[in-house]
């Protein structure tokens, strides 16, 4: 996958994830490098910048990104950009066509398994904020499905569902999306 140029830069909120050039939608931004760690070793380390910067991978594990690019990945409750899992591996991708010299962003909450119980205050500075960044499933509902329906929160997540509530999968094979029961599933 060829990814797209990328640099970190000041941004609102400290340092953040800049497109080097215009990225269009759908298209990879980076690939997301780093060691799979266990939640436990981040409940030890509650508080800290590494905890605060690793990725979900999976029900029990999170993904630290070290030194590497992805750390500066911000924040945004209107993101441009969503994280995608592929043969455990996992990417940053653009949501929807993504400027030259625009940062960035993510909602956080895409990332946050409704079995997780970590939050943050928001500054994202968007009409929208919803000024505190928890799991998925404390997202309203309208927001849910319009990332549900984009494909940014990773199937992982979406497993945690905890309220049952139809979803919608994207299936990579057809290319198109499904709606299930994320309670009812097996796996």
Not at 65 to 88: L, Y
Not at 95 to 109: L, N
Not at 141 to 170: C, F, H, N
């Amino acid at each position: 996958m060829k990814e797209a140029p990328v640099a970190v830069a000041p941004v609102r909120n400290g340092r953040g994830l800049i497109a080097v050039k215009s990225v269009q939608s759908g298209a990879t931004i980076l690939r997301v490098h780093g060691r799979i760690v266990h939640y436990e070793l981040l409940w030890r380390r509650q508080g800290s910048k590494f905890a605060a910067n690793c990725f979900r991978y999976g029900p029990d594990t999170y993904l630290d990104p070290g030194d590497g690019v992805a750390r500066f990945v911000n924040h945004s409750c209107e993101p441009n950009a969503g994280i995608r899992k592929v043969n455990n591996q996992l990417f940053l991708f653009a949501a929807r066509k993504i400027g030259r010299g625009a940062e960035i962003t993510i909602d956080y909450s895409t990332t946050i398994g409704d079995d997780d119980i970590w939050r943050m205050r928001c500054n994202c500075g968007r009409r929208s904020c919803r000024k505190v960044v928890r799991n998925f499933g404390s997202l309203p509902a309208a927001v849910r499905e319009r990332y549900l329906s984009r494909g940014l929160v990773p199937g992982y997540i979406i497993r945690t569902l905890a309220d049952g509530a139809p979803a919608v999968r994207w299936n990579r094979v057809s290319g198109r999306q499904s709606r299930f029961n994320a309670a009812s599933r097996s796996s």
